[in-house]
């Protein structure tokens, strides 16, 4: 029973049986602003070094470049962002949702 559940794409949303979606907006919005007070986020930056293959012409020769041209491991850096904070202020929201009377539903329905 394991390969049908390969071919299945869900969603998780909250609900609560006496509660529209305006009650639902309201209370996950005083949530969320209740978490980001107690974990602002805290955005680190990072710098991230990776050696890609680049094109580069060069003089024709037998010795170092028979072809006109070789591939030379060249670095490049990407900035990275993230937040610290992120999973505890999630997790604080999904608590708050919680106490409030709010569960999780997934819903599952056929690849297509």
């Not at 012409?57 to 072809?67: E, H, L, M, Q, S």
């Not at 591939?71 to 990407?78: C, D, F, H, I, Q």
């Not at 904070?85 to 708050?96: E, F, L, Q, V």
Request: hydrophobic letters at 30%.
């Amino acid at each position: 029973m394991i390969i049908p559940a390969l071919f299945l794409t869900g969603c998780v949303q909250w609900e609560r049986s006496d509660a529209s979606n305006k009650i639902w907006q309201a209370e996950h919005a005083k949530c969320k602003e209740r978490a980001y007070q107690q974990f602002p986020p805290d955005v680190v930056r990072d710098v991230e070094v990776d050696y890609n293959d680049q094109y580069v012409p060069c003089k024709k020769n037998k010795k170092t470049c028979p072809d006109g041209h070789r591939y030379e491991a060249r670095p490049t850096l990407r900035t990275l962002h993230s937040d610290n904070n992120k999973d505890a202020r999630n997790a604080a929201i999904k608590s708050c949702m919680y106490d409030k009377g709010w569960y999780e539903k997934v819903y599952y329905w056929p690849r297509g």
